[in-house]
């Protein structure tokens, strides 16, 4: 594997935008050690914190400059941090003097792209990079962290090894023609395909609640200003995240939030926010608002019990999206004097709860996690991506689609041709098999500096 990787030296600022009591500048490439040596003024100890001046003519910041070298560091290539101040001025100008001795500035993910370039993460764990900084729930960031320790790629590779091992197998029976007749009548291919079906299941069962817990699920709120839109959003997150007031049409403002319902991200949409759109900022906002809503998972329908003016359903001047499924919450059942339940009339559910008081609530947090089919991560969880969920579904189909062949139709060779495809299907997960595309997709929607 060589695309891509060019023999530059790269830097960028690894820490947020903006000030903070820390920033650190990072340099990967052949030149590092060197260019680093001139702003420090010495020599650079491997692994060594130095303390003193960054200089470029002048003193640019007071800091720490610490020296990996290759093939041990992050991108198996000799890498240096900077950590001086993390204000945006100091930073900027340790870019510039890097850039001046010929360090170029990295692309998005560049850092993560050559640490799997080199070898040293696969790509479900580069991948891995960027979902656990941009976890949204500890969960989440378990998750993550546990692909990135390579728990993930390990299943995928345990797959790849039982794939190889039946084709063999199989290859060797086919070379043998005076034999096939025993290897089909053998039990031995059956039950290795059993096994490989059964783990293939396993690991796209926890693939999928892996890519749940990154990509979380949507939820659209609607109903009446005053119905207790904002209310139910605290009674779920148990956090004030929400503003609840009894002015109706304070949650304007608030299109979009993501709450931690016990570890599933879920994005809320609230439609109060949707109504008028004064200016284009706002009016842009609406937009993809809507394209949310066409996308949710669930569309909560909240009323309040206590209002008898209170039948609105979906807003007028929001098209429903009727493909989505809906549950309607009828809410402040304190006030109205109703027990908390739930309901099920075909398919469709109604939950009678108060977010105030917390009565039923719990049943439309368990509502809600079921109906994307969420549970509570256990031993062995992982996140993981849809690209991962659609290779696995791919190969497995593959392996499906040749003992088929096998079975059905007597033919050995195109069972050893599918379990061939079912390979390169898996191998997309580590990165055995890519494209330059592929890399760049996902590399490019990382941040700048990592
Ligand atoms: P939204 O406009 O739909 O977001 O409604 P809010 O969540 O801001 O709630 C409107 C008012 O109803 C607030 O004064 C809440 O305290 C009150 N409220 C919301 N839910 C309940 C409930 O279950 N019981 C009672 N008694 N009051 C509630
Ligand atoms: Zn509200």
């Known amino acids: 594997l060589t695309m891509n990787l060019d023999n530059d030296t790269i830097c960028a600022i690894a820490t947020p935008p903006g000030r903070g009591g820390v920033g650190i500048v990072r340099l990967s490439g052949p030149l590092a ?5 001139e702003l420090v003024a ?37 890498v240096v941090e900077f950590q001086g101040h993390g204000g945006p001025i100091l930073l900027d100008r340790i870019v510039r003097a890097l850039v001046k001795r010929n360090a170029r500035l990295a692309r998005p993910g560049e850092f993560s792209e050559r640490a799997f370039l080199n070898g ?17 729930t500890e969960q989440a960031a378990r998750g993550a962290l546990q692909s990135l320790d390579g728990v993930f790629s390990n299943r995928i590779n345990a797959l790849v090894a039982q794939l190889t091992y039946l084709r063999v197998y199989v290859e060797a029976a086919i070379d043998f023609p005076d034999e096939e007749i025993d290897f089909l009548s053998d039990g031995k291919i059956q039950a290795m395909a059993e096994a490989l079906r059964d783990e293939f299941n396993s690991v796209l069962a926890t693939a999928r609640q892996g890519a749940l817990l990154r990509d979380g699920m949507t939820v659209v709120i609607a109903g009446r200003p005053n119905a207790g839109k904002s209310s139910l959003l605290n009674a779920l997150t148990g956090k004030d995240s929400a503003i ?6 304070t949650t304007r403002d608030v299109l979009r939030e993501v709450i931690d319902l016990d570890g599933l991200p879920v994005h809320i949409v609230d439609t109060a926010g949707l109504r008028d759109a004064p200016d284009v900022v706002e009016r842009e906002g609406i937009k993809r608002a809507y394209d ?13 019990l206590s209002s008898p003016s209170d039948e609105a359903d979906w807003p007028s001047d929001i098209p429903q999206p009727d493909h989505i499924p809906l549950t309607t ?26 977010a105030e008081h917390g009565d039923g609530v ?19 969880a992982f ?5 991962h969920i659609d290779a696995l579904e791919r190969a497995l189909k593959s392996v499906e689609d040749g003992l088929f062949q096998l079975f059905e139709a007597h033919a050995g060779e195109l069972l050893a041709e599918d379990l061939r495809l079912a390979q390169k299907s898996l191998g997309e997960i580590t990165g055995q098999v890519t494209s330059d595309d592929l890399l760049g997709h996902i590399f490019g929607s990382f941040c700048i500096g990592k």
Do not use: W
């Open 120 to 136: 040293k993460l696969d790509l479900a764990q580069a991948e891995a990079v960027a979902d656990l900084i941009n976890a949204s």
């Open 362 to 380: 719990a049943l439309l947090r368990e509502h809600l996690k079921d109906a994307v089919g969420f549970q509570t991560a256990g031993e062995g």
């Open 42 to 78: 010495h020599e650079l100890k491997p692994r060594y914190a130095h303390y003193g001046h960054f200089e470029d003519g002048e003193v640019l910041d007071t800091g720490i400059c610490i020296y990996f070298p290759g093939p041990n560091s992050f991108t198996g290539e000799d």
């Open 33 to 37: 050690k060197e260019i680093a040596a």
């Open 329 to 354: 919450v009828l809410n402040k059942c304190d006030l109205a004097g109703v027990e908390a339940g739930i309901h099920s009339h075909s398919g469709q559910a109604t939950i009678t709860l108060s």
């Open 383 to 387: 996140m993981a991506r849809r690209r």
């Open 292 to 304: 949310e809503i066409e996308r949710a998972d669930h569309i909560l329908l909240v009323r309040d």
């Open 244 to 249: 609840v007031t009894n002015i109706a049409g």
